[in-house]
């Protein structure tokens, strides 16, 4: 007797055993199969012993691989075999309207996805109760009739996977909305593919769950971005066909709709059992659950938005304007017929200027990768010296304040004013825990961490009438947590006696006392703190302190500093020599939570290692969910407060309150931040580490 180890890259696995039954993992599939066998497989080579097959077939039904080594192409149809095994077992359960299974995209495979269509309110809170006693994690999905809840967007249908039966689909228009299911969803442990778009339209019906979240589960194995039908294919072997995702969701829905929906949630379910196992292999469970729990601060900062002063930005930017305008015209003819946005032009220009592309001023200015004349601000900031006096005044007078208005008005006039809810009057950005390898927020539609610090602009971020702003912020975050991560004594003292670390760090490198440490010198010393962190070298520092923070100083002076630097810090050579070491031996490195930032060995790949990585991840990763923590903690300390978390900016949080309780919201915001910190490091010093205030608007902290 043989026996045959079937294994299909879809969520089937099924063993064909001695005892002759089909044993799958997933799907109603138990039935005597081995009947089908000897109709597809022939004139296999006797063996003494029980032979033992695996035939790996992909979705077309072609063998890729089979254990059997004397197999001679002698599988007459696997893609049948396949389908005769997924439909075994195949039956409409009694008393359930249950639709056929639904044929697995991308193959003629039928799968045994079944899904039960639910329109009537006491039917879907029964069989939602029943899924809450149960206990399991469910698949959810939702379909709406739009992106936006805050702009009047519905749910119209819920999908629920449980791990056996069909999928629930609910007619959400038939029952009474999400609201009507509040008390059984509540309850109910789920989990969704980008989970705060879910989380955001149960929110707006007043439903209270934090949902499983495969999207991050992803991101903390692998630092990507991906959608589900890109992790289907990477872990399931599945192929989604995603094109009725923007389909008409508001009318009558039709059959392949609502296969389509109940697809959604299943696989869901399944990718997350396999997500959550790599991550417990990968001792990420804690970085894990304090990105669950952020959720709900992120659902709600996108659901309120940050009030915008439109009429005051259309002021701005006739001022701006105005101003763009004025330096275009003191140009003048020097620079009459260039397009001041062209680099081809600028550069042709400047080679004119700088004496011909022979010249030595020439060689000397700053070049791009391909060696054409460099022509950003910054290039020209740094050029500066090499042109002739008289242009030299043109350059810092009329051109670099043209191009900063221009670039102020590119950037921040129509294209931000766009994001403008015309039902809301409000900025609802998009705040992403998913969108850097390090686990840092990273913000779109529009990016308010772009917003310049200029009062001008962040004042046209104001809280409305009869309410307020109380903004907290870390104070020098990465570098306590860089402090903490390498031991370093001096400033984790430093910390703890609520001292001036960069005036301690000037004092230092100049010979003097910290009180007598001037505005300047503690501008060099933030450089270096910050610059020197993350392993720049000595030109690198040079230029560095002088983008960053307006402080000119020359090579040699940025070697010197670096030297005297690691010999006051002597902690963070060490920490870099251990970290670049045991990073690039084991192409990996780790936050302090467990997130793991795996790299490539080609310096091709987007994320070849590089020392800088190395020294970076742990410390902005050990920043990021520092404030993970913290936000994981807000809603319920503010959940009896008319108050909103409206924006995370780096390390500042914007909460929008009302002015009878912002007393209490900044200690409540104080209490989460200082929390937060102590959830990932909890021997770290919080003297000095949050500084909240009433703002009435961004520019106002």
């Known amino acids: 007797m043989k026996s045959f180890h079937i294994i299909i890259p879809f969520p089937v696995f099924v063993f064909v055993g001695e005892d002759q039954t089909v044993e799958p993992t997933e799907g109603a599939l138990q039935a005597s199969f081995w009947e089908v066998l000897p109709s597809y497989c022939s004139d296999m080579q006797s063996t003494d012993e029980p032979a033992r097959e695996t035939l790996i077939i992909d979705p077309e039904g072609t063998l890729i691989k089979s254990n059997n080594h004397s197999r001679k192409d002698n599988l ?8 005769s095994v997924a439909a075994v077992g195949n039956k409409e359960l009694e008393g359930q309207h249950i639709q056929p299974p639904l044929a697995l995209p991308g193959a003629d495979t039928p799968l045994e996805i079944s899904y039960r269509l639910i329109t009537d309110i006491t039917a879907a809170k029964e069989a939602l109760d029943s899924l809450v006693v149960k206990g399991d994690v469910v698949g959810l ?33 038939q029952v009474g909305g999400l609201s009507a299911l ?13 989970a705060v778009f879910e989380m955001k339209f149960l929110t707006a019906a007043g439903v209270a769950l934090t949902l499983d979240c495969t999207l991050l589960a992803n991101h903390i194995l692998t630092g990507q971005m991906s959608k589900l039908s890109d992790l289907c294919a990477r ?41 959550m196992l790599l991550v417990e292999q990968q001792g990420s469970e804690r970085v894990y659950t304090v990105c669950k729990e952020a959720q709900q601060a992120v659902v709600d900062m996108e659901l309120a938005g940050m009030p915008f002063d439109a009429v005051a930005h259309k002021i701005l930017l006739e001022k701006l304007t105005l101003e763009r305008d004025g330096y275009q015209i003191a140009l003048g003819e020097d620079l009459k017929g260039i397009n001041l946005n062209s680099g081809k032009q600028l550069g042709e220009w400047l080679t004119r200027v700088l004496g011909g592309d022979t010249s030595a001023k020439f060689s000397k200015w700053p ?39 221009e670039k102020q008005i590119t950037s921040f006039g129509e294209s931000l004013k766009k994001f403008l809810s015309p039902v809301t009057n409000r900025i609802h950005a998009s705040f992403k825990m998913t969108g850097t390898r390090t686990g840092r927020f990273s913000c779109s539609k529009p990016n308010l961490q772009q917003i310049p610090r200029d009062k001008v602009f962040r004042a046209l971020f104001k809280a409305p009438e009869g309410r307020t702003f109380v903004i907290a912020d870390y104070s020098q975050m990465e570098l306590r947590v860089a402090a903490i991560v390498a031991h370093e004594g001096k400033l984790l003292e ?31 010393a933030k450089a270096i703190n910050f610059g020197l962190l993350y392993g720049q070298g000595a030109k690198g520092l040079k230029d560095y302190a002088s983008s960053s923070y307006g402080v000119d100083i020359s090579e040699s002076e940025a070697k010197d500093y670096r030297e005297a630097w690691f010999k006051a810090y002597p902690a963070f050579a060490t ?16 936050t302090p939570l467990g997130r793991k930032r795996c790299f490539s060995a080609s310096s091709q790949e987007e994320d070849h290692f590089s020392a800088t990585k190395a020294y970076n991840t742990p410390i902005q990763g050990g920043a990021a969910e520092v404030m993970l ?48 910190m102590l959830d990932v490091f909890p021997d770290a010093s919080t003297l000095g580490l949050v500084e909240a205030n009433i703002a009435s608007s961004w520019a106002d902290k």
């Open 367 to 405: 070049k791009t990768p391909t060696g054409k004349l460099a022509t950003s601000e910054k290039d020209f900031k740094k050029g500066l010296r090499l042109l002739p006096k008289s242009t030299q005044g043109l350059i810092t007078e009329a051109f670099l304040p043209y191009k900063e208005r």
């Open 235 to 275: 872990y399931l072997g599945v192929s989604l066909d995603k094109t009725l995702q923007t389909s008409d969701w508001s009318g009558d829905l039709r059959d392949d709709q609502l296969k389509y929906a109940a697809a959604d949630a299943y696989y869901t379910r399944l990718l997350f059992d396999k997500l």
């Open 629 to 676: 923590a913290a936000l994981g903690r807000l809603p319920d300390l503010l959940f009896n407060l008319d108050a909103k978390p409206i924006a995370v900016i780096h390390d500042e949080v914007i909460v929008e309150s009302s002015l009878d309780d912002a007393p209490r919201v900044i200690k409540v915001l104080e209490d989460a931040m200082v929390q937060g």
């Open 494 to 524: 430093a910390y703890k006696e609520g001292k001036d670390t960069h005036a301690i760090t000037a004092g230092m490198l100049l010979n003097k006392n910290p009180e007598d440490v001037t505005k300047q010198e503690r501008q060099l």
């Open 76 to 83: 007459k149809s696997p893609q049948s075999l396949v389908a």
């Open 182 to 194: 509040k008390k059984p969803l509540q309850k109910l442990k789920a989990v969704a593919h980008n």
């Open 575 to 590: 920490w870099h020599w251990r970290e670049r070491s045991n990073s690039e031996k084991m192409m990996a490195v780790t």
């Open 141 to 173: 999905d939702l379909e709406t009739t739009g992106l936006y809840p805050h702009e009047g967007a519905k749910a119209r249908l819920l999908q629920v996977s449980p791990k056996d039966g069909p999928v629930l689909v609910i007619d959400l228009f």
